[in-house]
C-alpha cells in the first residue's frame, strides 16, 4: 500500500493536507525531518502513517502523560494497536507490551523523554526494530522556546544509542526560526529537511480588546451573544479563575473552573464534560491545553495577556480546530504584562533567559498595540509572511485613520532630549508635564518638550506602546526597560514619515475638548 492508501484505510481521509505527504515521503526515505505546522494541521498523521508503513517499531517521545492517552485512544478507534510506557505504566505490564511490540502486534509505542534517558530501558529497547522516533513538541528542546524541558536534551543522545540506528521526525506547531534551527541542530535535522506549512490560521479571528471597563461583564455578554458555542476563558491565577467562573455561573452561563490546583480527576472530569458540551465555557489557567482535543471550540478568550506569544498563539490555536470560524480575543490590560515583569525580575533564572524573556514580553505587548493585522503580526512574528488578513480586529477596524505625526514627533524629541536613559513611564510623564515627585528631582521642566502633549497619562503611555509597536521606537535594556529612537523615528522627525493611527472619534473630540 502506498501512503494515499493508508491515509484512506486507515484514517478515512481521502487528501493529504499541506505538508502531509511531503513530510511522510522524507520520513519513509530515512531522513530525518523537522515539521513545523500550526495547530490541527494534523502533525500526528505524518508519523503514524510511516508507523504502519515500516516493518518495525515507531517510538514517539511525548512530553505529557494524559497527551499519549488520548492519542492510544484515537489511534485504537481507527484499529490500531499502540501503547504507552510512562511513570504510571504498571511494571508488570512493561514486558508484555515489548512482547507485543517485538511481535509486530504493536506498532507505535509513546514514551516520555526521561524514559529514553534510562539505561535499563534502553538496554530493553534494543530488542525491538525500531524504524522511526518522532519527537512530539520539538520546541521542548530549545531554551529560546518557552517550553523548555531539560530531558529534551538528551534525546538525540539516547536516539542514538538505538541499535537499529531510526531516523527522526520532529513536530512542533510553535518554533521561531531561531527555535527551528536550534531544533535542527539538537537533533542533527539539516535544513533542506524542514517541512514549515503557513503559520496562518485562516479561519481565526482574532481581537484585541484594550482594557474594558469591566472585564467580567464583557466576557459574559460576549458568551450570551454566543449561544450554544463552545469556548475557553483564559486567565492568569487560580483566583481569577474560580471568581470569573462564579461571576458567570450566577449570570446563568454553563461553565466549569480548571486550574493546576485542583485534584487529578475533579480536572479530568472537568474536560470530560466540556468535551462532551455538557458545560459550554471553561475558564482555565494555561494548566488546560495540550492533550485537549476538541475540535469544535469557537472561541478562545485570554482574559488576561499571554506572556508571550508562542503561548498566546498556542493557547488561542485551541479554537477552531475543525476549520471552520472562531474567534480569538484578548483582552488588554497593561497591568498584567507590569506584573509578567515583575515576576521575570523576581525569577532566579539565569541571565540570557530572563533576557529572552523580556523580549518576548515586548513582543506581546506590541501585539496588543500595533494597529496592523493582528494575523499578520503573529506569522512574522514566526518568520513568515502572510497578506492581512482581512476580519481581525485591526483589519476590521472603522475609526478614523488619523494623521499624528505631530504628536509622534513631540514624543520622539522627548524620548530624543531625554538621551534613553528613562522608561516609557516616565517619559510619558515628561510628555504631559506631570509635577509629581519624580519629576521635580529630575528637573524635568528644563526640558524643551516637558508638558508638550494635552492628555492623560494612560494616553501617553498607550501612544508610546503604539510608537515602539510601529517601530519608531524601541525598547532597549531587559530589566531596565529604556526607550530609545529608531531609524525609522528620525525619518518621523525629518518628515519623511507620516504616521497613522485609527483613533475613536469618541475620543478625538475629547481630545479637542482638551486641548481648548
Ligand atoms: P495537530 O497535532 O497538528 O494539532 P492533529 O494531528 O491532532 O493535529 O490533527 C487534527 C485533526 O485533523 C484530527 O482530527 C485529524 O484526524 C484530522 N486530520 C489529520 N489529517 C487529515 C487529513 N489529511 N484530512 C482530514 N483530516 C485530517
Ligand atoms: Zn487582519
Known amino acids: 500500500m502506498n501512503s494515499e492508501e493508508v491515509l484512506k484505510q486507515t484514517f ?44 518495525g517499531v515507531t517510538l514517539v517521545i511525548s512530553p505529557l502523560i494524559s497527551l499519549m492517552k488520548d492519542q492510544i485512544d484515537s489511534l485504537k478507534q481507527n484499529g490500531i494497536n499502540a501503547a504507552a510506557l510512562n511513570s504510571a505504566t504498571p511494571q508488570e505490564e512493561v514486558n508484555p507490551i515489548l512482547r507485543q511490540a517485538y511481535q509486530g502486534k504493536i506498532k507505535l509505542i509513546y514514551i516520555t523523554p526521561e524514559r529514553l534517558a534510562m539505561d535499563y530501558f534502553r538496554y530493553q529497547l534494543n530488542f525491538l526494530d525500531i524504524d522511526l522516533v518522532a519527537v512530539d513538541e520539538a520546541h521542548c528542546i530549545s531554551q529560546w522556546g518557552h517550553d523548555f524541558r531539560p530531558a529534551y536534551r ?20 510553535t ?101 462532551f458540551d455538557r458545560f459550554q465555557v471553561i475558564v482555565a489557567t494555561n494548566a ?51 506584573q509578567y515583569r515583575f515576576f521575570i525580575d523576581e525569577s532566579e533564572a539565569d541571565e540570557k533567559y530572563r533576557e529572552l524573556q523580556y523580549q518576548k514580553l515586548q513582543a506581546i505587548t506590541d501585539y496588543a498595540n500595533t494597529g496592523e493585522c493582528l494575523q499578520q503580526f503573529i506569522v512574522q512574528y514566526f518568520g513568515q509572511d502572510c497578506k492581512p488578513c482581512g476580519k481581525c480586529s485591526n483589519c476590521l477596524n472603522q475609526d478614523d485613520l488619523t494623521d499624528i505625526t505631530t504628536d509622534a514627533q513631540k514624543v520622539v524629541s522627548m524620548v530624543y532630549e531625554l538621551d534613553g536613559r528613562f522608561g516609557k513611564n516616565i517619559v510619558a510623564q515628561c510628555l504631559i508635564g506631570s509635577k509629581n515627585q519624580r519629576m521635580k528631582e529630575l528637573n524635568a521642566q528644563q526640558y524643551d518638550h516637558y508638558g508638550c502633549l494635552k492628555m492623560n497619562q494612560r494616553e501617553a503611555v ?55
Open 462 to 516: 498607550s501612544l508610546i506602546d503604539y510608537l515602539i509597536a510601529s517601530r519608531f521606537l524601541e525598547i532597549e535594556g531587559t530589566k531596565y526597560p529604556l526607550v530609545h529612537v529608531t531609524n525609522r523615528g528620525w525619518d518621523v522627525l525629518d518628515g519623511k514619515i507620516i504616521v497613522k493611527r485609527r483613533i475613536a472619534k469618541v475620543q478625538q473630540q475629547k481630545r479637542i475638548f482638551n486641548e481648548n
Open 288 to 338: 488546560f491545553g495540550m492533550g485537549i482535543d476538541k475540535s469544535n471550540v469557537r472561541f478562545v478568550i485570554h482574559a488576561s495577556s499571554a506572556r508571550n506569544i508562542e503561548s498566546y498563539y498556542q493557547e488561542a490555536g485551541r479554537a477552531g480546530r475543525d476549520g471552520e470560524e472562531s474567534e480569538a480575543i484578548m483582552i488588554y490590560h497593561p497591568g498584567d504584562l507590569r
Open 154 to 173: 538528551q534525546l538525540l543522545e539516547g536516539i542514538n544509542s538505538l541499535k537499529s540506528k531510526p531516523n527522526i521526525l520532529a513536530l512542533t506547531a
Open 175 to 275: 518554533a521561531t526560526p531561531a527555535v527551528q534551527d536550534d531544533i535542527g541542530e539538537q537533533l542533527n535535522i539539516p535544513k533542506e529537511n524542514f517541512v514549515i506549512t503557513s503559520f496562518a490560521r485562516p479561519n481565526l479571528s482574532f481581537k484585541v480588546v484594550n482594557s474594558p471597563q469591566n472585564t467580567p461583564l464583557y466576557i459574559a455578554k460576549y458568551i450570551k451573544a454566543h449561544e450554544g458555542e463552545a469556548g475557553i476563558v483564559y486567565t492568569n491565577t487560580r483566583k481569577k479563575v474560580e471568581s470569573l467562573t462564579d461571576y458567570l455561573a450566577k449570570k446563568g452561563i454553563s461553565v466549569g473552573a480548571y486550574h493546576g490546583g485542583m485534584d487529578s480527576k475533579e480536572r479530568d472530569e472537568i474536560q470530560e464534560a466540556f468535551q
Open 12 to 55: 478515512g481521509y481521502d487528501h493529504f493536507r499541506p505538508g502531509q505527504k511531503k513530510v511522510i515521503d522524507l520520513v519513509l526515505n530515512k531522513q530525518n525531518v523537522l515539521a513545523v505546522m500550526p495547530t490541527g494541521a494534523g502533525k500526528s498523521v505524518c508519523y503514524q502513517v510511516p508507523a504502519l508503513m515500516n516493518s
